[in-house]
């Protein structure tokens, strides 16, 4: 624990003048900046109160670095706290779709995986009772729902879509998951993978998608299938999935590797 009465303390504020205290307080600000209806990152934006949270301090680079990836740890905290299992996100009615719907991966479109479905297997493995794999066709057999939500991606757009599938928690219990593990993770048929908070994974308007307004979800949204979940900022939704694992092992995710907000909450 850092004590602002500790030399230390004013030893780590003293190194942050060498710094540049404005960059790293937006980069701060940044990674606190929580889903807009939470009011929690108006209240600590001090560097001073940061750095007495994460107990860092800053004297190169690297270190802040480290106090970066801490502020975003304790924003994952704050997130999956405030998480309200029952709360819905808003849906919308067909007139309101956003058409064409957009497409985004970290490639062009010309760059779009192209799988199989006659021979494609979903992988389900890890803290499940029932590993094994799944074809396209047993699938699709499963209780079907569908959505009209608002997809909101970081780069700054947002489109409301039509995606139709199977309630993810349904399927979860179908295969005996441990629903109290800490983690979903997902394995893509690109070199994209993603993990989410078993709460979110259980969550009523979490989908495993096959269909996109009423057909075959088309290769650039993500066939065979895409984990859609309006709770959730648009990178955390992995398209192409492959494979499903249910672990308590922290497996990252392709963005949250590269510094963005594991939590994603929207
Ligand atoms: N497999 C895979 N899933 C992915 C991505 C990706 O590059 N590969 N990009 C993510 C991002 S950043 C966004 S905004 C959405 C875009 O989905 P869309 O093409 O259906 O709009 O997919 C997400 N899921
Ligand atoms: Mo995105």
Redesign the pocket.
């Known amino acids: 624990m850092v004590n602002p009465t500790d030399p230390n303390f004013a030893k780590d504020v003293a190194g942050v003048s060498k710094l540049d205290r404005h960059a790293i307080l937006t980069d701060a600000r940044r990674e606190l900046a929580l889903p807009s209806r939470r009011a929690f990152g108006k209240r600590v934006l001090t560097l001073g109160g940061l750095l007495m949270l994460t107990g860092c301090s800053l004297t190169d680079d690297k270190s802040v670095n480290a106090f970066l990836l801490k502020v975003s740890r304790m924003n994952d905290r704050v997130q999956a706290w405030l998480f309200d299992p029952k709360q819905l996100a808003p849906t919308y009615t067909e007139a309101q779709l956003t058409r064409p719907?957009?497409?985004?991966?970290?490639y062009g479109i010309d760059d779009v995986p192209d799988v199989d479905g006659s021979d494609f297997k979903l992988q389900v493995g890890g803290l499940v009772t029932g590993k094994r794999t799944w074809t396209l066709a047993e699938l699709y057999a499963l209780p079907h729902a569908e959505q009209i939500t608002r997809?909101i991606?970081v780069e700054g757009w947002s489109a409301i879509g039509h995606w139709g599938g199977t309630p993810f928690a349904d399927f979860l219990r179908r295969v005996g998951a441990d629903t109290s593990a800490k983690y979903v993770g997902f394995k893509?048929a690109?070199d994209?993978y993603e993990s989410i908070d078993m709460p979110t994974a259980l969550h009523p308007q979490t989908l495993l998608t096959f269909q996109y307004d009423g057909q075959t979800l088309p290769p650039?949204?993500?066939f065979p299938m895409?984990l859609r979940m309006p709770t959730k900022l648009?990178?955390k939704?992995?398209?192409?999935i492959m494979e499903i694992f249910v672990t308590n092992t922290y497996p990252g995710g392709y963005?949250p590797d590269q510094g963005y907000n594991w939590f994603g909450g929207s």
């Not at 939704?237 to 192409?240: L, Q, S, V």
């Open positions: 719907f957009p497409f985004n991966a970290y997809h991606c893509c690109d994209y650039q949204y993500g895409k648009g990178y939704n992995p398209k192409h963005w």
